[in-house]
C-alpha cells in the first residue's frame, strides 16, 4: 500500500514539475525566495499594529515562534527521521526533474519545511483576523498555496512532502492560535494599558 501511495506521489510530482515554461519558471522562482515577499510581511505588519496596536509586540512574538517550532519540527522529527530524498537527488528520476538556475535544494524533502512555515503563519493569523477580515483568510492561504506549490514546480519536493509540511504548519499554528487566545484572555487582559481584541 505504501509502495504504491509513493508510485502516486511521484507521478503526480513528474506531471505537476513538467507544467513548465518561461512565465512560470520567473514567477516560481522568485516566490519561492521569501525576501520577495517583503511588501505581504509589511501589509501583515500594518493589520497587525492596527488591530492589536501594543499587543502586536506579543503577537509578532507569537508568529516568530511560530516560524522558529514549524522550520526545526520539519527538520529535525521529519527530514532527519524520515530522510526521504528529493526529486532532486532520487537517482530514479532526478534527470527528469525540471530544475531551476542549478537550484537543488538538500538531500531529504520530507516534509517541506517552506510549507510547513508559511501555512504555519497563514493558520495562525487566520485565527487572529478571521472574523475583523472576513477574506482574510482565504487571501492568505492563497499566498501559502503558491509558496509551497513552487517547492513542486522548482523540483525539490513532491507533493505528499508539501501536503504534510502544510499540515504540519497548520496543526502548529492551531495550536499556537489557541495558546495565544489564553495568554491574551489570563495574561494581557490584566495588564491595563494593553488592548485585548484577540477574543472579541
Known sequence: MLEKL??????????????????????????????AWVPIYICLLYFVIKVYRWQALFVLLFVGLCVTLTDQISVHLFKDVFMRLRPTHNPAIQLQVHTLNGYLGGDYGFVSSHAANFFGIATFLTMLFFRRIRRFALLIFIWASV??????????????????????????????????????????????????NAAE
Not at 7 to 16: A, N, P, Q, S
Not at 179 to 193: E, P, Q, R, T, W
Open 6 to 35: 509513493i508510485h502516486i506521489d511521484v507521478e503526480l510530482f513528474l506531471f505537476l514539475n513538467g507544467l513548465h515554461n518561461a512565465f512560470f519558471d520567473f514567477v516560481f522562482w522568485w516566490a519561492s525566495e521569501a525576501w
Open 147 to 196: 509558496i509551497a506549490y513552487s517547492r513542486i514546480y522548482l523540483g525539490v519536493h513532491y507533493p505528499a512532502d508539501v501536503a504534510c509540511g502544510a499540515l504540519l504548519g497548520a496543526f502548529i499554528g492551531f495550536l499556537l492560535g489557541i495558546l495565544y487566545s489564553f495568554f491574551a484572555s489570563k495574561v494581557l487582559s490584566h495588564i491595563g494599558f494593553f488592548r485585548i
